[in-house]
């Protein structure tokens, strides 16, 4: 069956630490995947996503088939990083699958 | 590009009644997606239609129904509203191609009491 699994509800680090944020994937198929993230009173926004291969706001993402993992990440995080992050699947069938999400603070 | 748009944005009811939500997608887009959020559950997805078809559909019970028109605009209807149902309800648009980036509204906020 189709699953992301983001298994961290709430992370913290401090301003200038690197910052992880993990993401699974269960699927059969070929996956596209996209990390959104929900800054406090927005609507939810894409972050990045696998196939476009950028760094959005010194964020980057991997995909490991083999692990079957796309984590996030940023060497330094900072303040106005401080969101709620979800990890997305998009199968074939154009259906997406979204990870229960991680909230993250970065602490000044 | 004027963005997805949903109304109303926020919405009262009480259990047993029905409710009726609307999203207009980005010009040009021919997909629109639903989905359920709340805080424990994160997104659930609802389903979605594509050239006023519905295309995916999630694992939610009949009560919850949609469609599309012509001009891509999309509504979802929730009848015999339940307490559980209240959530933030969220739109999604996209070209409809495969694989396409989701673009966002910034929901519908229903409470039902």
């Known amino acids: 069956a189709q699953r992301v699994t983001q298994p961290e509800k709430l992370l913290s680090v401090f301003k200038g630490a690197p910052v992880e944020l993990k993401c699974n994937y269960s699927?059969?198929?070929?996956?596209?995947l996209f990390w959104y993230v929900q800054y406090s009173r927005q609507r939810l926004q894409l972050l990045l996503r696998?196939?476009s291969r950028e760094s959005i706001k010194g964020f980057t993402a991997d995909l490991n088939k083999g692990e079957t993992s796309f984590h996030l990440k940023k060497p330094f995080a900072q303040e106005e990083d401080s969101a709620m992050y979800y990890c997305?699947?998009?199968?074939?069938?154009?259906?997406?699958?979204f990870g229960t999400g991680t909230s993250l603070t970065v602490i000044p | 590009k004027a963005g997805v748009t949903q109304t109303p944005r926020y919405l009262i009811k009480t259990r047993g009644q029905q409710v009726t939500l609307s999203c207009s997608p980005i010009?040009?887009?021919?997909?629109v997606s639903w989905y359920q959020q709340t805080p424990g559950q994160g997104l659930q997805f609802l389903f979605e239609?594509?050239?006023?078809?519905?295309?995916n559909k999630g694992n939610f019970p009949g009560r919850f129904s949609g469609r599309q028109f012509s001009n891509s605009r999309s509504e979802m209807n929730v009848s015999t509203l339940e307490l559980g149902d209240s959530a933030l309800y969220l739109c999604?648009?996209?070209?409809?191609?495969?694989?396409?980036?989701?673009?966002f509204g910034p929901g519908t906020r229903l409470l039902v009491l």
């Open positions: 696998h196939i």
């Open positions: 699927y059969s198929g070929s996956p596209e």
């Open positions: 999604a648009s996209s070209s409809g191609q495969t694989q396409e980036t989701q673009y």
């Open positions: 010009s040009g887009h021919r997909s």
């Open positions: 997305a699947l998009s199968g074939e069938s154009n259906q997406f699958y």
């Open positions: 239609y594509f050239s006023e078809t519905q295309r």
